[in-house]
């Protein structure tokens, strides 16, 4: 009896030991496997090359992304920015309008008063003129008057000459006057 037991005994290790075998090899093999493919530089690098493009097929998705984004936000402040331009144009030429109307207004009236005052004038120039011939015609003798009287009747028969004369004689004055304007220039 006692060599029986032992016999089952055995077999029952070498049952476990093959097990063991068999699940030891299979560990020596994933081993193997993951030493084979660490020293396997070039898959290595081949699955880094792999993430590596993958990770900047990424990137780029996102840089695309965020650029269309910031294109259309660009594109929108522009075209608020143009709106505003064209506002605030809008209103600069509006106001322009106004100021430029105002302004001819305020010529039109000044000048209309400017040519008021000057009938005002001319009318009580005529009157004084008027009123200093009729003094001058009272209070200067008669013989004077005909002397006078007569100078004009010869200066309306020889108006040419006298035309010429009073042309001259202004000719010179200017002449006169710009010479004496040029040496206290200089």
Request: glycine content about 4%; aromatic content about 0%.
């Amino acid at each position: 009896m006692n060599q029986q037991p032992h016999r089952d005994k055995t077999a029952d290790d070498l049952g476990e030991l093959r097990a063991q075998a068999e699940h030891t090899r299979d560990e020596l093999g994933r081993t193997v496997e993951a030493l084979a493919a660490k020293a396997d530089v070039k898959a290595q690098a081949g699955e880094k090359v792999a993430e590596a493009r993958e990770k900047a097929a990424v990137a780029t998705e996102k840089a695309k992304v965020k650029a269309a984004v910031a294109g259309d936000l660009v594109k929108e402040k522009a075209a608020q920015s143009a709106d505003l331009v064209k506002e605030k144009t809008a209103v600069a030429s509006e106001k322009a309008a106004v100021a430029s109307d105002l302004v001819k207004e305020k010529a039109a009236v000044a000048t209309e008063l400017a040519k008021e005052k000057a009938a005002v004038a001319s009318d009580l120039a005529r009157e004084k003129a008027a009123q200093t011939a009729d003094l001058v015609q009272e209070k200067t003798p008669d013989p004077v008057l005909e002397k006078a009287g007569a100078v004009a009747d010869k200066a309306k028969a020889n108006r040419t000459p006298l035309l010429a004369g009073a042309a001259a004689l202004a000719a010179f004055l200017i002449l006169r006057r710009t010479r004496r304007g040029r040496r206290g220039r200089r």
